[in-house]
């Protein structure tokens, strides 16, 4: 009985029958014309009509019949048209991506062009992106002077994100090591089974430390087929920075180096792209481009199931004009 109330999922295998239902109304004029015409225009007063007595009460009844008639006609009307209720179920079938977020964590990402700072900001956009891509293997790699991996290449991106809202300044040396950070990412996904690797390597400074130079990472990128977008973070020209100074941690303003040129040769060397972001609108501009750049494809298969209600309707017609026929053969055979 549910399913008989679940208006949104039902549907009618032969519509048309209600066409049937056009009939109710002309029947009922038939009836009432018919009423009217039977009327009597003479009363008779002989004792005869005393025998018809015990009839009458029965004859108010009368217009059940007709009632019940209609009843079947319309219940039969409905179950011609084969009420349906449906359900449809879905099978996704996705080749992702595997991607590694390789991030720059180093003193300068405390610089304050970015709103409440470039680490902070750089966090945040990348949890939207992390969200953006439910079906992709998504990997955390982060570097300053070393590099380690924070999450390896992972579907579970709860994990994922607990993992990069925890990152942090100072959890590694200090440094630049570009070269470091794309060889740890690049190692992660040698043995990567996606239809394409990615990383996406975002930095603000030029590299000047590691034990792999970034040319020699970038080499084996374009020997495990990786792809590389670069990002560089950073405004135009200055910015406020803590710097340490004999009188503790002060805001300065400081010079904004970040290496384009060997960003924009990691990224065209590998079928890449080279981004500049220099705020935080910027910067989310940067991940959606990268996003519609890396479409994961995805196959839905819907299969649509239908379970037969007509049964309740076609008894109903069945019974009501079944108890027409038995009550117009019997209880009111007697009545003209």
């Known amino acids: ?74 219940a039969l009307s409905v179950a011609l ?17 595997d991607i590694i977020l390789s991030i720059d964590v180093s003193g300068s990402m405390l610089a304050e062009d970015f709103k409440p700072n ?17 079906t992709d293997r998504i990997g955390l790699v982060i570097f ?7 999450c390896p290449i992972t579907i579970d991106h709860n994990v994922l994100k607990n993992q990069l809202s925890q990152i942090k300044n100072g959890m590694m040396t200090d440094g630049t090591s570009i070269g470091m950070g794309l060889a ?41 087929g990786v792809r590389i977008y670069t990002i560089g973070i950073g405004t135009m020209g200055q910015a406020l920075m803590p710097q340490q100074t004999p009188f503790g941690i002060q805001k300065q303003m400081v010079p904004v180096e970040i290496d384009e040129r060997l960003l924009r040769q990691m990224a065209a060397s590998t079928k890449g792209k080279y981004f500049r972001a220099t705020g935080n609108r910027s910067l989310a501009s940067v991940y959606d481009d990268i996003d519609k750049m890396e479409k994961t494809r995805i196959d839905i298969t819907s299969f649509k199931h239908y379970a037969e ?28």
């Not at 300053?144 to 924070?150: A, L, P």
């Not at 034990?211 to 495990?224: G, R, W």
Request: glycine share 6%; charged share 20%; aromatic share 10%.
């Open 1 to 74: 009985m549910s399913n008989l109330m679940d208006w949104k999922h039902i549907t009618f295998a032969h519509p048309w029958f209600f066409g049937l239902l056009l009939l109710i109304p002309l029947m009922i004029w038939w009836h009432l014309r018919k009423k009217n015409e039977d009327n009597p225009a003479l009363r008779l007063t002989t004792l005869g009509g005393l025998s018809a007595a015990s009839a009458g009460g029965r004859a108010r009844f009368r217009p059940v019949l007709f009632v019940l008639r209609l009843i079947g006609l319309a």
């Open 81 to 97: 048209a084969r009420p349906q209720s449906s359900n449809t179920t879905e099978n996704v079938d996705s080749e992702g991506i």
């Open 118 to 134: 470039r680490i902070e900001a750089a966090k945040a956009e990348a949890l939207k992106f992390i969200d953006q891509r439910p």
């Open 144 to 150: 300053s002077g070393e590099s380690f991996t924070v």
């Open 184 to 224: 740890t990412a690049v190692d992660r996904l040698r043995y990567a089974k996606g239809k394409s690797k990615v990383v996406i390597l975002m930095t603000d400074g030029v590299n000047n430390t590691g034990i792999i130079d970034p040319s020699t990472a970038l080499e084996i990128a374009k020997a495990f």
């Open 309 to 336: 209600l007509f049964f309740p309707f076609a008894m109903i017609a069945i019974i009501a004009i079944a108890v027409e026929w038995i009550l117009r053969f019997t209880v009111f055979r007697s009545i003209t």
